[in-house]
């Protein structure tokens, strides 16, 4: 029961952000609320790290732990929240879940991990998926810039998490997030001329949206997975992820009333299938590989 809260905590808090995005635009730049979010974040986890006496990483990784944080946090939420002034939460969510893709690709050519024939086969029917979602995010077939800088949010969150492996070793899953996420943070503190004003004349239900964002979907998934790695493994804790997209389709029809076209339900029924087979497939190669290692 344990296992199953934590994953449905997980599905349900991630998938409630894009449409919670879409409020917080309503009065907040995308810059401004990408800031906000995090720096909330960042003091829920300034608690936690005092409370679970997490220490300071080492000298000579901080250097990366900065990078990291940078492509995983501050390029990826600044990314997401400008597309999502234009791409709908739903799509938007859709176009998140290239993320498995990109971070295998990223893998076989810098992890040497392999990726054989299925793999890039699924990979060629998710990118399908999503050209599709590029071109009809509306009620026809248009040009969509915003679907492309959300892709390049799922980019840089997929260097973070293909980069981070070596680190997870030595650190630990919790304290390396709470180290990334501060360094994140601390980028984006270039956006703060202005927040000020903004926090000041937002109406009160999106500030209460914007604290939910920063304190639920930002952080509690991250404490719900590294639960159920830690009691089932690392491939099934992740597998269920894929549900996000249909729950944040869900929410966001209850909570916005946006209702997807047809173009993009066909465009993120490939996308999710061509992303499903390529992550099945090279979760087999790597935990084959793993058990001839052992």
Not at 12 to 29: C, D, K, M, N, T
Not at 59 to 83: E, N, Q, R, W
Not at 214 to 233: D, E, H, M, Q, W
Not at 258 to 265: G, H, S
């Amino acid at each position: 029961m344990k296992i199953v809260i934590a994953y449905a905590l997980a599905v349900l808090l991630w998938a409630s952000a894009f449409p919670g995005i879409r409020v917080g635009l309503e009065h907040y730049s995308p810059e401004h609320l990408s800031l906000v979010r995090l720096l909330i974040g960042s003091i829920g986890l300034l608690v936690f790290a005092f409370i679970a006496k997490i220490g300071l990483p080492r000298l000579k990784d901080v250097p990366v732990i900065f990078v990291l944080g940078f492509l995983g946090f501050s390029v990826y939420h600044t990314a997401l929240s400008i597309g999502e002034q234009t791409v709908s939460a739903g799509a938007a969510s859709l176009l998140v879940s290239m993320t498995p893709i990109f971070s295998a690709i990223l893998a076989t050519f810098f992890l040497k991990e392999r990726m054989r024939g299925l793999s890039w086969i699924g990979s060629v029917i998710a990118f399908l998926g999503v050209f599709i979602i590029m071109i009809g995010t509306g009620d026809s077939f248009v040009f969509e810039v915003g679907v492309f800088i959300i892709l390049i949010g799922a980019l840089g969150e997929s260097m973070y998490f293909v980069f981070q492996s070596h680190y997870l070793k030595h650190y630990g899953f919790l304290p390396f997030t709470v180290y990334t996420i501060l360094a994140g943070t601390i980028f984006l503190l270039l956006f703060i001329p202005g927040l000020g004003s903004a926090i000041a004349t937002a109406p009160a239900a999106i500030n209460m949206t914007v604290v939910y964002l920063g304190l639920f979907p930002t952080l509690i998934p991250y404490f719900c997975i590294a639960y159920v790695t830690s009691k089932v493994g690392a491939s099934e804790a992740t597998s269920v992820l894929y549900l996000t997209p249909a729950f944040a389709i869900l929410i966001a029809w209850l909570w916005l009333g946006e209702v997807p076209t047809f173009i993009t339900i066909v465009g993120g029924i490939l996308t999710l299938i061509g992303v499903g087979i390529t992550n099945k497939r090279t979760i087999h190669v790597n935990e084959s590989l793993a058990n001839h290692s052992t």
